[in-house]
């Protein structure tokens, strides 16, 4: 197959005067050159593309794929991460990962949680805070995690994201809506185990990969799973690969898992995040529907690292997964 890739190349946006910060998602040129270089090794035609404006430009001039492998943040606003997705179904091409309503209702972690609380799934009560008057909805006790509604790569998260007393939750509040410019979200804060699930497939054909567990070292900033930890996480953290019947809660979360993956609509690849309250029991945290792909540094591929089973591997299972949504009588891979 001809397979477009769509990204948005970290270095790029570093070029143009774009800070650390606002680029913590995006692609560094190592994951876009072995993506390249794994689909090439699996006998697909390679065309770089890069991010949602070089791709409308090529789309105008008539470029054509038969696959585009999309791995594109997005730069501004909760839909960002849908852009990539509509374009490509304006012009009927099919693409890896979800569809628009998708990406855009997950990105948004408050309206996500809203789907899969009305599904009966377990997930920590929370509200949405926008303005102060917002901080009524906080009915539930401390302690409480604030983090910003539509963020990925831990940003906005570090042990300040504790709060335990009301007056702390409205300052860290107002300071989170005030840098990012979006509503903050408010959990109530689960002490115990964080995992997080891979996933590979789509609705009934979807299943859970295998599960790692997140534990900081010492050195580690304390209690989250933040932004430092996150960023510098060969040395900080530990990512424990914890087969499911070795440990019950493992395989609750599993099952949570995959039941949040298929209500929300997910498809091909990627992770969901679960945490344990101070009861042991799993709750969803968060779902990533487009999830990092660097080999050895992003969450899905390292669990596949522990499990043995090649890159190559992972990325012909996505395209595969995909390929299932190409129109009667299209190319196969």
């Not at 693409?95 to 799934?121: E, N, Q, W």
């Not at 005030?178 to 509503?183: D, F, N, S």
């Not at 690969?241 to 997910?266: I, K, N, S, T």
């Not at 101070?278 to 968060?286: I, K, N, R, V």
Request: proline share 7%; net charge negative; with cysteine.
């Amino acid at each position: 197959m001809r397979i477009g890739l769509v990204y948005d190349l970290r270095s790029a946006y570093l070029a143009e005067g774009y800070t650390e910060l606002e680029t913590a998602e995006f692609d560094r040129d190592d994951t876009v050159d072995a993506l390249e270089r794994t689909l090439q090794g699996l006998g697909h035609e390679v065309d770089r593309v890069g991010h949602a404006r070089e791709l409308a430009a090529r789309l105008v001039t008539g470029a054509r794929w038969d696959l585009v492998f999309n791995i594109a943040e997005g730069l501004r606003g909760i839909g960002r991460e849908a852009l990539v997705p509509a374009l490509l179904e304006a012009y009927d091409i099919p693409y890896t990962f979800s569809d628009p309503l998708v990406m855009a209702l997950t990105l948004h972690k408050g309206m996500c949680k809203r789907v899969i609380r009305d599904a009966g799934l377990a997930t920590p009560d929370f509200a949405v805070v926008e303005i102060p008057a917002d901080l009524a909805q906080v009915t539930f006790p401390g302690p409480w995690f604030v983090k910003p509604v539509a963020e990925g790569t831990g940003k906005g998260v570090t042990p300040a994201s504790i709060i335990r007393d009301r007056a702390t939750l409205a300052v860290q509040c107002e300071a989170l809506v005030a840098e990012y410019r979006q509503p903050a979200l408010v959990e109530t804060y689960l002490s115990g185990r964080e995992v997080t699930v891979g996933v590979l497939g789509t609705g009934p054909a979807a299943r859970a990969l295998g599960t790692i567990e997140v534990v900081l070292l010492p050195e580690a900033e304390v209690g989250v799973y933040s932004y430092v930890n996150k960023e510098r996480c060969e040395e900080l953290v530990e990512y424990r690969l914890v087969p499911r019947q070795d440990d019950p809660m493992v395989a609750a979360a599993e099952d949570l898992a995959l039941a949040c993956w298929r209500v929300l609509g997910c498809r091909d690849g990627g992770r969901v995040d679960v945490r344990c309250g101070a009861d042991g029991a799993p709750q969803f945290l968060e779902v990533n529907p487009l999830a990092g792909i660097h080999p050895e540094h992003s969450d899905l591929p390292i669990l596949c690292n522990h499990l043995g089973v090649p890159y190559a591997d992972l990325l012909a299972e996505i395209v595969a997964s995909a390929c299932e949504r190409l129109a009667p009588g299209g190319p196969i891979p």
